[in-house]
């Protein structure tokens, strides 16, 4: 099957606390901030990605007359997002997580011998950090 469609650009996660947020993914995860409106959103970059964080009360309104045409959008309860990690790194993120205080939900090995680490953001988030080769990425 073609398609058109190269990739995921953006993911999204809804929190109630962007502060939080921001420190979160910023310190403990060392994403960069790539704009931030304040009370709205915080996006970082993540390798070839966007990863937006979006505060749900404030997306789910129409925008004003004079905004970018986004139409109103949001989630409640926790979602999931799982990060690219080769093998090689992937003890370093489990180092990193710990050192920010991070409890580490489950590592395990997939059939194929993937690896994968499930851990939770501020706001309840459900990340994971997954090598390509659980979906023969590689």
Not at 61 to 79: C, E, F, Y
Not at 91 to 116: C, K, Q, T, Y
């Amino acid at each position: 099957m073609s398609t058109e469609l190269e990739g995921i650009l953006e993911t999204v996660l809804y929190v109630s606390d962007l502060e939080a947020a921001e420190d979160f993914y910023g310190r403990v995860l060392g994403l960069d901030v790539v704009i931030r409106h304040e009370g709205r959103h915080v996006f970082f970059r993540c390798g070839a990605g966007i990863l937006l964080i979006f505060d749900p009360s404030a997306t789910a309104h129409p925008a004003p007359a004079d905004a970018l045409p986004v139409p109103p959008h949001g989630a409640t309860g926790p979602g999931h997002a799982c990060f690219r990690v080769s093998r090689e790194k992937m003890d370093a993120v489990v180092a990193r997580l710990r050192a920010g205080g991070v409890a580490i939900e489950a590592d395990f090995h997939w059939p194929n011998g993937a690896r994968s680490i499930y851990f939770r953001d501020p706001a309840g988030n459900s990340l994971e950090c997954a090598e390509p080769r659980l979906w023969n990425l590689e």
